[in-house]
C-alpha cells in the first residue's frame, strides 16, 4: 500500500486578499504576535523568511498536539497569484512523515478571499495517519487570522 497522499481544504475568509497575503507573507513576525496561542515564536535561519530558500524554524505554543518545532524551507512563492509553497525539512512532523509539502493559495474574491491550502506528504509508515490535525490547524490559523485582521482594521 503506497504511503504518499495529498490533503486540500479551502476556507472562506471576510478579510480582503490582499490583507491575507500580506499576513501570510509577513508570518514570521505577525503569526505569533496574532496566534501566540499557537505559535511561540518563528526563527529566519536563512534568508529573508519570505524569499524562495528561506528557511525558518518554527516554536509551537505549549499544546500542539503533535508538533512542538518545525523547520521549514520556503520553495516558491508567486506574489501575482498569490500562491506560498513550503516544505518541511526537520522537527516534529519528520518522525511521522518522510516528506510533507504545502501550498497556499489566496483567491480574491470581490471584497474578500478564500484560502486553499494542499499537502502532498508521505508517512513515515502505514499506520501512521493522513496529517488531518496538520489541515484542521492550518483552517483554524485562516479563520484566526481572518478574525485578527477584523478586529485591528
Not at 23 to 30: F, G, V
Not at 52 to 79: F, T
Not at 118 to 145: D, M
Request: proline share 5%; with cysteine; aromatic share 10%.
Amino acid at each position: 500500500m503506497a504511503c504518499t497522499g495529498q490533503l486540500e481544504v479551502e476556507v472562506e475568509l471576510k478579510s480582503p486578499a490582499d490583507k491575507v497575503w500580506g499576513t501570510i507573507r509577513d508570518s514570521t513576525i505577525i503569526f505569533p504576535e496574532a496566534l501566540s496561542h499557537d505559535y511561540k515564536c518563528i526563527e529566519v535561519l536563512e534568508g529573508d523568511g519570505k524569499a524562495p530558500g528561506s528557511v525558518r524554524l518554527i516554536h509551537y505554543a505549549e499544546g500542539s498536539p503533535i508538533v512542538k518545532v518545525s523547520k521549514e524551507r520556503i520553495e516558491s512563492v508567486d506574489e501575482a497569484e498569490k500562491i506560498y509553497v513550503y516544505c518541511v525539512i526537520e522537527g516534529d512532523l519528520m518522525k511521522y512523515y518522510k516528506s510533507f509539502i504545502a501550498k497556499v493559495v489566496v483567491v480574491p474574491k470581490g471584497e474578500s478571499c478564500s484560502v486553499k491550502w494542499s499537502c502532498e506528504f508521505e508517512r513515515a509508515s502505514e499506520e501512521i495517519p493522513e496529517p488531518g490535525l496538520i489541515k484542521e490547524f492550518a483552517v483554524k490559523n485562516f479563520v484566526e487570522i481572518d478574525d485578527y485582521l477584523h478586529t485591528k482594521a
